[in-house]
């Protein structure tokens, strides 16, 4: 019970990350930076980009908690989700924040 507790605390932090990281993209976005990842880069500013950041990526990390987590696969979960939470705010979280202090500083 505490491993799914912990799994569920760090799926809930890659989510407001997630969240952090979209609305922050729009921020810098319209201080004129560009999207750097070619597959979002289209759809970032519209409804689709927001509905892929914002309901899909949590939406499946939900689904995995709640539907695909066995209690033999909770601790590689943990594993996986921190992992990705690290790589996901060291890289895209910072770099966005990065970007509009650079841009609200030139401006």
Do not use: H
Not at 21 to 31: C, E, H, P, R
Not at 34 to 46: F, G, K, S, T
Not at 62 to 91: D, E, H, P, Q, T
């Amino acid at each position: 019970m505490k491993d799914r507790k912990r799994l569920l605390i760090l799926i809930c932090a890659l989510i407001i990350a997630n969240f952090y990281d979209y609305f922050i993209t729009i921020i810098a976005l319209k201080m004129g930076a560009i999207e750097l990842n070619p597959i979002m880069r289209p759809i970032v500013a519209n409804w689709q980009g927001a509905a892929i950041k914002l309901l899909f990526a949590p939406a499946m990390l939900l689904f995995y908690y709640f539907y695909c987590a066995k209690k033999s696969a909770i601790k590689r979960g943990i594993s996986i989700v921190k992992a990705l939470l690290i790589i996901y705010v060291l890289i895209a979280v910072i770099w966005n924040t990065a970007m509009v202090v650079i841009l609200s500083l030139m401006t």
